[in-house]
């Protein structure tokens, strides 16, 4: 299946019901959040988070035949920012991803050069728009809308 096919995020969903299960009842951590394959585990010791990280890596292979994926089992500290379901996370905040930042801008400059029609650009405006409000990017979607804007007049 495709990866962000709705079925294969409903399975991904059922599948890793198990991992939800033992992560919570009987690893018995209390800040745990999944989004499909993605997880973030919060906690204040490091150590702790090493064993967990381990225990789950075990049940995974034993039960479910998965893997953690290497470079992105990380502990990190959350000053850092933990980046997930395509933010920056933090503790009071969260930011836009700077790739998609990117990607939004060179969207606009091809619409700058007529690469890409006026509806076209608004529709892609409103969509990225629907994602980046959930972050805290009032400046930057101003900034956006702005370039879009500026070619006329």
Do not use: C
């Amino acid at each position: 299946m495709p990866l962000g096919n709705l079925t294969s995020q409903f399975f991904a969903n059922i599948y890793l019901n198990e991992l939800d299960y033992f992560v919570k009842h009987k690893l018995r951590v209390k800040y745990y959040i999944r989004y499909v394959d993605d997880f973030v585990i919060l906690h204040e010791s490091k150590e702790q988070l090493e064993i967990w990280r381990e225990e789950i890596n075990s049940f995974l292979k034993e039960k479910l035949k998965l893997e953690l994926h290497n470079q992105k089992s990380k502990i990190i500290s959350l000053s850092n920012g933990v980046d997930f379901v395509g933010f920056r996370n933090f503790y009071h905040f969260r930011l836009l991803r700077k790739r998609n930042i990117r990607s939004i801008k060179k969207k606009v400059d091809k619409y700058k050069i007529e690469e890409i029609s006026k509806d076209r650009i608004l529709e892609i405006f409103q969509e990225w728009n629907a994602y980046a409000k959930w972050a805290n990017s009032y400046k930057v979607r101003r900034k956006i809308i702005s370039k879009i804007y500026s070619k006329e007049g």
